[in-house]
């Protein structure tokens, strides 16, 4: 067997939302999330918790600090109750300390939580 041998670690945190359990009334609905100042990241993505009886048939509009993203729904349409998270990668150029998100989506959908994943990569272990 070959030993591998790493040279350096990765981190991944999770930066969320206070925001939870917000019922769709057909406009854009603002969430904020902090991450600490100075975070480096190398990937970053978008995890938007989403509930909706019917299912859903229209992909999720967002923004992330004026970056405009859609998310595939992919066979949402087919659940009588739609419950799961959905992700979409963001750029890591576009991660600040302060960060805007707004989500719009398909009338009836609550959105249930909203969080940043971001992945850095130090420099040595």
């Given at each position: ?85 959905l992700t979409a990668p963001v750029p890591p150029s ?32």
């Amino acid at each position: 067997k070959k030993k591998i041998q790493p040279t350096q670690g990765v981190h991944q945190n999770r930066y969320y939302a206070r925001k939870t359990v917000v019922k769709n009334t057909g406009k854009p609905i603002l969430f904020k999330i902090t991450t600490p100042q100075g975070a480096t990241a190398t990937q970053a993505r978008l995890v938007i918790g989403v509930h909706r009886t019917g299912g859903l048939d229209t992909p999720l509009k967002t923004t992330i600090n004026n970056a405009t993203m859609t998310i595939d729904v992919g066979i949402a349409d087919e659940f009588t109750d739609f419950f799961a998270p959905l992700t979409a990668p963001v750029p890591p150029s576009v991660i600040q300390e302060n960060n805007i998100i707004t989500v719009t989506a398909q009338t009836g959908t609550t959105i249930t939580s909203v969080q940043l994943v971001i992945t850095s990569t130090p420099t040595s272990l």
